[in-house]
């Protein structure tokens, strides 16, 4: 008995698609950047008493020279930053932070919490 002939129309083969098998650079990069938008997060919006406590701690490191841990927003993860402040500029909205690597600065906006 002979063996069926096997091409693109055979059923249960694949062979349909077989050509499509190749990926562009380009759609590859569009594929990945879908992905991190997906992981994306959106800013938290702190209400009156948090801002007052933020301002509060910011304050007391100024003042006192005593390190403080800011939580600092990212697009798709937090991070945070142990250091003395050293100057807040709030024309420009950042503050200054003596940190073990040495001076940063962050921008007020990305400050969503203080310990």
Excluded: C
């Amino acid at each position: 008995m002979a063996k069926p002939r096997v091409n693109k129309l055979t059923s249960g083969y694949n062979l349909l698609w077989e050509s499509s098998r190749m990926m562009l650079p380009e759609h590859k990069e569009r594929i990945n950047g879908h992905r991190e938008s997906l992981n994306r997060k959106e800013r938290p919006v702190l209400d009156e008493q948090e801002m007052e406590e933020l301002a509060l701690r910011i304050g007391e490191s100024l003042e006192t020279g005593r390190p403080v841990t800011l939580k600092l927003y990212g697009e798709y993860a937090d991070r945070e930053v142990t250091g003395v402040v050293t100057k807040v500029d709030p024309q420009a909205g950042r503050i200054r932070l003596r940190t073990a690597l040495g001076d940063m600065w962050a921008k007020m906006q990305d400050v969503i919490g203080a310990e």
